[in-house]
């Protein structure tokens, strides 16, 4: 079994930065794949970004190409989002997820853990 939990949220102005951390325990991550999505209020969870399990491989939804950065330390069990150049579009519980989703990385069916989330809110 593996617990995922995410810190880093909070709020900002447009065109601010954060970094979002998820740290995993029970169990070592390494060999999963990594996730992040978010849910803004009234919307279905979206993918965001993934990162594969030997960290050489990074996917992004279009929104946020450019501006987001995912990455890992699988020593330290932990999963990173960088967020540069927020936009109020991107207010949102930001979710990591683990699991094995092969090359479709933003199906979140495929993701066997999850997080609670943490709240992105970004102010205009």
């Known amino acids: 079994q593996v617990q995922l939990l995410e810190s880093g949220g909070g709020l900002v102005q447009a065109g601010g930065s954060l970094r979002l951390s998820c740290a995993a325990s029970?169990?070592?991550?390494?060999?999963?794949?990594m996730g992040w999505f978010r849910q803004a209020p009234g919307k279905e969870r979206e993918f965001v970004a993934a990162?594969?399990?030997?960290?050489?491989?990074?996917y992004y939804t279009d929104s946020v190409k450019g501006r987001f950065t995912i990455s890992r330390d699988n020593a330290k069990n932990t999963v990173y989002l960088q967020m540069n150049g927020l936009k109020p579009e991107d207010t949102a519980v930001y979710y990591c997820?683990?699991?094995?989703?092969?090359?479709?990385?933003?199906?979140?069916?495929?993701?066997?853990?999850w997080g609670q989330g943490t709240q992105v809110t970004v102010s205009s």
């Open positions: 997820a683990a699991g094995r989703p092969r090359d479709y990385y933003s199906d979140s069916r495929l993701y066997y853990y």
């Open positions: 029970g169990r070592a991550v390494s060999s999963y794949a």
């Open positions: 990162i594969r399990w030997t960290g050489s491989d990074t």
